[in-house]
């Protein structure tokens, strides 16, 4: 397994694809299904290594099998604080230690850059996520964002760690 940064001659439909997988598998249940079903192909192709964001890749051989994004805060309240923007596997690659070491490659770079604080926000409801996070060390916070998804309501708590 390879992780590194996405460059110019990574496919970006692959890594699109990667999210697309991952989110109609871990939200189902959460978010509505027909949102899920609904999802296009290459929806996330535009945001790759976009708004200051890093995006990163862990590759099975040639296949891209995670994507991650990290970055400065995009909150001007946590100025000074690093982000992880997303974490996703394809569900194949779920539980075998690809998306820790993505995580923990994405933490390095961020204590790289200077930032001791680092934050990240996932869905309340999203309980297989919020256990993989607090094991690698991140508190929950009383911090909440509303978010309508689907037309779905739902809310993101904001996980935090600190050094």
Not at 29 to 35: L, V
Not at 73 to 83: C, D
Not at 128 to 139: H, K, N, S, T, V
Request: glycine content about 12%; proline content about 3%; hydrophobic content about 35%.
């Amino acid at each position: 397994m390879e992780i590194r940064p996405v460059n110019k001659y990574d496919c970006f439909a692959d890594i699109s694809a990667v999210y697309e997988q991952s989110w109609k598998y871990a939200y189902r249940g959460i978010i509505p299904q027909d949102y899920l079903d609904g999802i296009p192909s290459g929806r996330w192709i535009n945001g790759i290594n976009k708004n200051g964001r890093t995006d990163v890749i862990a590759l099975d051989g040639d296949r891209i099998v995670g994507a991650a994004a990290f970055c400065p805060s995009r909150l001007a309240k946590y100025s000074g604080w690093g982000e992880i923007v997303s974490l996703y596997l394809l569900p194949g690659y779920m539980g075998r230690g690809i998306g820790k070491a993505l995580f923990g490659y994405c933490t390095a770079q961020l204590e790289q850059f200077g930032y001791d604080r680092i934050f990240l926000w996932v869905l309340e409801e999203n309980r297989r996520a919020r256990r993989f996070y607090e094991g690698q060390g991140f508190i929950c916070t009383d911090e909440l964002i509303e978010d309508n998804i689907g037309g779905r309501e739902l809310r993101e708590i904001m996980y935090i760690r600190r050094k």
